[in-house]
């Protein structure tokens, strides 16, 4: 099929709401994913994993390893869909967060920027309570999320902001 037409009737389908796209993914919009028993158990562990450790979660590898019954395949589409519905936060490769602990410390991070006019890593470490091993990737990921822009060793909010 020719691109064009492809593009043309990808872009009709999901103007009349008959697909989704969802970054790289297209389907119908009819189709929810359904997880199995297991897999919803499984879910279920994972989400409370990431909500009782908080600002201190476990590296990907410590949370595969909580599930000694399943392969990394079975557990990487679980955790996917997490990410998918916005229940995870994707901070690096290896680190992720609870959506809802991500919010409460964006919060956090706006007001304090707003009164102090600025922050850097000390201080977002101090402000936190968390070692450089989370709190460097967490300002660089609101830095990528066009929260915070950085200007040589401080943070400052985005305009939009």
């Known amino acids: 099929m020719d691109l064009k037409l492809f593009l043309f009737t990808l872009n009709n389908l999901i103007k009349k709401k008959r697909v989704v796209q969802e970054q790289a993914d297209i389907r119908l919009a009819s189709h929810e994913v359904t997880l199995?028993?297991?897999?919803?158990e499984m879910q279920d562990k994972i989400l409370?994993?990431?909500r009782d450790a908080g600002l201190r979660p476990s590296?990907?590898?410590?949370v595969f390893a909580s599930f000694p019954?399943?392969?990394d395949k079975q557990i990487r589409p679980v955790i996917d869909l997490?990410?998918?519905e916005e229940k995870l936060v994707k901070i690096?490769?290896?680190l992720y967060f609870d959506a809802a602990t991500i919010d409460k410390l964006k919060d956090e991070l706006v007001g304090?920027?707003?009164r102090e006019g600025d922050i850097d890593a000390p201080r977002f470490k101090d402000m936190t309570g968390l070692t450089r091993k989370f709190s460097i990737?967490?300002?660089e990921y609101f830095d990528r999320i066009k929260l915070t822009l950085r200007i040589e060793d401080k943070r400052i909010l985005r305009k939009s902001e």
């Open 112 to 114: 304090f920027i707003r």
């Open 48 to 50: 409370s994993l990431y």
């Open 59 to 62: 590296n990907l590898k410590d």
């Open 36 to 40: 199995q028993v297991d897999e919803k």
């Open 69 to 71: 019954e399943f392969t």
């Open 82 to 84: 997490l990410l998918q």
């Open 92 to 94: 690096s490769e290896i």
């Open 137 to 139: 990737p967490l300002l």
